[in-house]
Structures are given as structure tokens and as C-alpha cells.
């Protein structure tokens, strides 16, 4: 299916597709105070949750290839949603938008991002489906892939929490958030077009 090509496509280069909107915030930044706080909120509930998620799933998030998936991850913030580290990711690119006040990068970053990770969500499902079978369906079934369950899932695996794993994990993409926190904020003050 074509939804699928371009969906495992993007799974690889995910780590590159926020490279233009980096730049853009970047160049035609015109961030102020509340810019600044609105985006920080933003960005930081997101890396609450990457931290969450991956405090579970541990360093195979950063793969570039589908095949790492071995085992389901349902505990923690995966009883819940299915995809947190996707939210999590829209929520900081949204956050970033947010941050830097371009207003067509703030529709362009609120169209692309969920785009893309719905794409790549359908590509790793697919995947799950073929690997997992009537384990993955289940949770499926009981999990949405973007929002939120009320109650955690019932049938949840036994991996733990680690925050040494999630910050060994995330280190780079905190060192990421830090500078491009300040980065935004001097470009709009010093080097704005």
C-alpha cells in the first residue's frame, strides 16, 4: 500500500524532516515573552512524554528501521496512547513554531507533523500486525493511536520505568530543545530577516 511506503520512508528520516522548520524558526524568528512561554509549555509537556514513553521503551525508539520491535510495550504512557513519542514530537515542533511566531510555520508545523506521524504510525502498525498479530490487534483495538484512554490498558506488559535509560536516550534531543530555546529567542532579537 502506497500509505505504507511513504509511511516507513518517513519512519527513516524522521530525524531530518524538522530540519527545514529549524531553519525557518531560525532565520525569520520574531520571538517574544509570550512566544517564549507558550512554546516552552509546549515543548516541555512534549519531552515530558518522549521521556515518559522511552523511560519504557528504551533506546530501540531511535531506530531507523521497523524491524527493532520485538516486543509490546503497554505500560506506562502506551496503557494510554499508542503513539507517545509521536505526540510528544508534534507537541515540541508545534512548540518551536509556537516559540519562534512565524505564523505560517506555526500551520505549516500544525499540518506536516501529524501528517507524517500518522503515516508512520500506519507503517508501524502494519509492521506490528504482520510480527505480533492478534496481541498487537488487541491492543489496537483498545488503544487509540493519537489520543488518550480515561483508564490504562488491561493487558500490560512487564517492562519498568528507567529514567537513567530515558536520559541516556534523550540527551541528544535535550541538548537539541536547550539550544534551539535559546537560539529562537537571540535570533529574533539580533539576526531576524
Known amino acids: 500500500m502506497m500509505a505504507e511506503r511513504i509511511g516507513a520512508w518517513l519512519f527513516k528520516a524522521r530525524g531530518y524532516t524538522p ?14 515573552a509570550i512566544s ?6 509546549l515543548i516541555a509537556v512534549g519531552e515530558a512524554l518522549r521521556i515518559w514513553a ?13 524491524g527493532v520491535a520485538r516486543d509490546l510495550v503497554t505500560t506506562g504512557p502506551y496503557a494510554y496512547t499508542r503513539n507517545p513519542i509521536y505526540i510528544g514530537d508534534i507537541l515540541i515542533a508545534l512548540g518551536f513554531a509556537v516559540m519562534s511566531d512565524v505564523r ?3 500551520l505549516l508545523a500544525a499540518i506536516w507533523f501529524p501528517l507524517q506521524y500518522h503515516l508512520i504510525a500506519r507503517a508501524e502498525e502494519a509492521y506490528l ?3 505480533l498479530g492478534r496481541e498487537y490487534e488487541r491492543y489496537m ?3 487509540p493511536r493519537f489520543l488518550f484512554r480515561a483508564t490504562p490498558y488491561l493487558y500490560r506488559s512487564g517492562h519498568d520505568f528507567s529514567l ?6 534523550e540527551r541528544w534531543t535535550l541538548a537539541g530543545i536547550v539550544s534551539l530555546s535559546i537560539l529562537i529567542p537571540l535570533a529574533a532579537r ?3 530577516i
Do not use: C, H, Q
Open 19 to 32: 530540519i527545514p522548520f529549524i531553519a525557518a524558526a531560525v532565520i525569520f524568528s520574531n520571538a517574544n
Open 36 to 41: 517564549i512561554v507558550l512554546g516552552g509549555l
Open 54 to 66: 522511552v523511560g519504557y521503551a528504551g533506546g530501540r525508539t531511535r531506530a531507523t528501521d521497523l
Open 104 to 106: 505560517l510555520l506555526i
Open 129 to 131: 500486525l504482520r510480527e
Open 141 to 143: 483495538e483498545n488503544v
Open 164 to 169: 537513567k535509560r530515558a536520559l541516556r536516550s
Open 190 to 192: 539580533y539576526f531576524s
